[in-house]
T-cell receptor, first 119, second 111 residues
Framework: EPEVTQTPSHQVTQMGQEVILRCVPISNHLYFYWYRQILGQKVEFLVSFYNNEISEKSEIFDDQFSVERPDGSNFTLKIRSTKLEDSAMYFC?????????????????FGPGTRLTVL | DAKTTQPPSMDCAEGRAANLPCNHSTISGNEYVYWYRQIHSQGPQYIIHGLKNNETNEMASLIITEDRKSSTLILPHATLRDTAVYYCIVRVATGYSTLTFGKGTMLLVSP
């Protein structure tokens, strides 16, 4: 069964460093997302991406964050200068639209996550 | 998206049915009810969704009241592996509509 994969599973970095989290969405999906979950807290939406541009972003997704689909398979989240409060699990998700004319079933399929620890 | 209310925790004996309630009294006519779950620190997993009819798949059943103000997720024969946080989310099913997670219900399945 197709699945979303993420690398690395755990990233440790120093405050102020840049990190890139990588995701490979399910191959025929059109929409891509990043969410994060700080330890013990709710899963929070960061950004959605469609047709090579950001569709929607939350207040969390400030200028320190960027997303990119550098090729036909990868979807990346970059944090330019990490802060202590960026420590969290980061989840990538993807979904596919059923197309025009009918209801769009937008089940999002999540990857296993990358645990980011900022020291 | 409409707000949902779920109990913070529930217990269930292994092999018994787990019935997880969700209130969504402000749901709009074009909003679906989605259920996801998150097994300890893993990525959320889609379970089922519905608009107004009851739905069943290989994982669970979803019962939506006639007025659509509440719903119940049923795991017919809960196993230890079903121990997880279960999220009820109400949203319009557009192409890229986001998921807004609440605190969900922590379901503990015991032997």
């Amino acid at each position: 069964e197709p699945e979303v994969t993420q690398t690395p599973s755990h990233q440790v970095t120093q405050m102020g460093q840049e990190v890139i989290l990588r995701c490979v969405p399910i191959s025929n999906h059109l929409y891509f997302y990043w969410y994060r979950q700080i330890l013990g807290q709710k899963v929070e939406f960061l950004v959605s991406f469609y047709n090579n541009e950001i569709s929607e972003k939350s207040e969390i997704f400030d200028d320190q964050f960027s997303v990119e689909r550098p090729d036909g398979s990868n979807f990346t989240l970059k944090i330019r200068s990490t802060k202590l409060e960026d420590s969290a699990m980061y989840f990538c998700a993807s979904s596919v639209s059923s197309g025009a004319g009918g209801p769009v079933y937008n089940e999002q399929f999540f990857g296993p996550g990358t645990r980011l620890t900022v020291l | 998206d409409a707000k949902t209310t779920q109990p913070p925790s529930m217990d269930c004996a292994e092999g018994r049915a787990a019935n997880l309630p969700c209130n969504h009294s402000t749901i709009s006519g074009n909003e679906y009810v989605y259920w996801y779950r998150q097994i300890h620190s893993q990525g959320p997993q889609y379970i089922i969704h519905g608009l107004k009819n009851n739905e069943t798949n290989e994982m669970a059943s979803l019962i939506i009241t006639e007025d659509r103000k509440s719903s119940t997720l049923i795991l017919p024969h809960a196993t230890l592996r079903d121990t997880a946080v279960y999220y009820c989310i109400v949203r319009v099913a557009t192409g890229y509509s986001t998921l807004t997670f609440g605190k969900g219900t922590m379901l503990l399945v015991s032997p």
